[in-house]
């Protein structure tokens, strides 16, 4: 697979991940896919999340937490099958304190050999994400 097919595959993952879920985890995960998402102990969605039931009840959890807006993403960047998405999470709302927050972070989405997604890692800067949860 080349390097613009695994940005491509990253891009068309994230564009169904929210919008049709069933889709997104048939064509896109592997067997052994895992999401990690390490946050502070105050963010209740952090942790790692395996399979497509983890990564559903990931999302599950984000949504009772967070109102997000859509990721905006600025850069793919890809390497021997390894994507890094650098982007942005604009005026998200914390729906227990009611305050909003922006997040930059780079996602590391990694690929096997069948160019299935088998390993997500989120790299967030929490500043101020932790101050909207804190209230």
Request: charged residues 25%; without cysteine.
């Amino acid at each position: 697979m080349s390097n613009h097919d695994y940005v491509q595959r990253t891009q068309e993952f994230y564009a169904l991940l929210l919008s049709d879920f069933q889709s997104a985890s048939e064509n896109y995960l592997a067997d052994d896919f895992e999401w990690e998402n390490p946050l502070p102990d105050l963010i209740p969605f952090g942790g790692t999340y395996a399979g497509a039931e983890g990564l559903l009840r990931y999302l599950t959890e984000i949504n009772a937490a967070i109102e997000m807006s859509p990721l905006h993403f600025t850069d793919m960047i890809e390497s021997d099958g390894v994507v890094a998405a650098i982007g942005v999470e604009e005026n998200t709302r914390v729906k227990q304190t009611g305050k909003h927050y922006t997040m930059p972070f780079v996602h590391v989405v990694r690929f096997d050999a069948n160019s299935k997604i088998s390993h997500v890692r989120e790299y967030n800067d929490t500043r101020d994400m932790v101050a909207a949860f804190e209230g």
